[in-house]
């Protein structure tokens, strides 16, 4: 895959595009910051706003190939112009998704390190501020599970950095405890490197989402529910303090 645009510049929220093709539900740009949902983390929202004073709110992106279509509703069709528009990425939904995102890893990371090297079998993020991981832990005392939380609030508090780094294979095969889920393979880039999430002294993993820079930049998280989902999956749910 063609490396996304969110991930070589996270920050930029705010950007100039060409509509190249249109439906009556989206358009496609030439090009386009949204982070376009994959691993658990739902898709950027935002707006779309031309000359003279229109826009149009974007909700969800529907890939299609290696084309994000930027969705909005069908009441719209026609609106938006086959022209330059200016797209503004929800700031306030990014940071939601970010945080949980983030959370996830260092909750991951604790669950690794302490569960003997347990793998992810699924994740999704929602837009309440919660999210739900499953791990392949059959024999875990979930209070074992639940007492994570004051660690997991440590490792915020620690202000750890966050940063993207890309391996290639070589690097990849020494390295394979950064692959954590169970059967799902990270996708490599077009240059056959895959995308690693470092949290300074603690964790790397593959991952293709967004993170905050610093683990500082997170609410606090509550461990709020644990629930045995079959014989091997263990699911924790989290929740963003707010
Ligand atoms: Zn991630």
Same mark, same amino acid.
């Given at each position: 895959?063609?490396p996304? *645009?969110?991930?070589i &510049?996270?920050?930029?929220?705010?950007?100039?595009?060409?509509?190249?093709?249109?439906?009556? +539900?989206?358009?496609?740009?030439?090009?386009?910051? @949204?982070?376009?949902?994959?691993?658990?983390?739902?898709?950027d929202?935002?707006t779309?706003?031309?000359?003279?004073?229109?826009s149009?709110?974007?909700d969800?992106?529907?890939m299609?190939?290696? #084309? !994000?279509w =930027?969705?909005? +509703?069908t009441? &719209?069709?026609?609106?938006v112009?086959?022209?330059?528009v200016?797209v503004?990425?929800d700031? +306030? @939904?990014?940071f939601?998704?970010?945080?949980? =995102?983030?959370? *996830?890893h260092?909750l #991951?990371?604790?669950?690794?390190?302490?569960?003997?090297?347990?793998l992810?079998?699924?994740?999704?993020?929602a837009?309440?501020?919660?999210?739900?991981?499953?791990? &392949?832990?059959?024999?875990a005392?979930n #209070?074992?599970?639940?007492a994570?939380?004051?660690?997991? /609030?440590d490792?915020?508090a620690?202000?750890?950095?966050v940063?993207?780094l890309?391996? +290639?294979? !070589?690097?990849? !095969?020494?390295e394979?405890?950064?692959?954590?889920?169970?059967?799902?393979a990270?996708?490599?880039?077009?240059?056959?490197?895959?995308?690693i999430?470092?949290?300074?002294?603690? &964790?790397?993993?593959a991952?293709?989402?967004?993170h905050?820079? /610093?683990t !500082?930049q997170s609410?606090?998280?509550?461990? *709020?529910?644990?629930? /045995?989902?079959?014989? =091997?999956n263990?699911?924790?749910r989290?929740? *963003?303090?707010?």
């Amino acid at each position: 895959m063609s490396p996304y *645009l969110c991930h070589i &510049d996270p920050d930029c929220l705010r950007f100039e595009a060409r509509v190249v093709a249109r439906r009556p +539900d989206g358009v496609l740009l030439d090009r386009s910051f @949204f982070y376009p949902g994959g691993g658990g983390q739902l898709a950027d929202r935002g707006t779309l706003a031309w000359e003279g004073g229109g826009s149009v709110r974007i909700d969800r992106i529907e890939m299609q190939g290696a #084309n !994000a279509w =930027h969705c909005f +509703d069908t009441a &719209d069709a026609g609106r938006v112009p086959d022209d330059r528009v200016v797209v503004d990425v929800d700031a +306030d @939904f990014r940071f939601l998704m970010s945080q949980l =995102h983030t959370g *996830l890893h260092l909750l #991951n990371a604790l669950v690794y390190q302490r569960f003997e090297g347990s793998l992810v079998t699924g994740v999704q993020m929602a837009a309440d501020g919660t999210a739900r991981i499953d791990f &392949d832990l059959p024999a875990a005392d979930n #209070n074992a599970l639940r007492a994570l939380e004051p660690a997991l /609030n440590d490792l915020i508090a620690d202000g750890r950095p966050v940063k993207a780094l890309y391996l +290639d294979a !070589a690097a990849l !095969a020494r390295e394979p405890g950064v692959l954590r889920s169970r059967s799902v393979a990270p996708p490599s880039q077009a240059d056959g490197t895959t995308r690693i999430i470092e949290i300074e002294g603690l &964790d790397r993993q593959a991952c293709g989402g967004t993170h905050l820079s /610093n683990t !500082a930049q997170s609410a606090p998280l509550r461990i *709020l529910k644990i629930e /045995n989902k079959g014989q =091997h999956n263990r699911r924790i749910r989290i929740g *963003l303090v707010s």
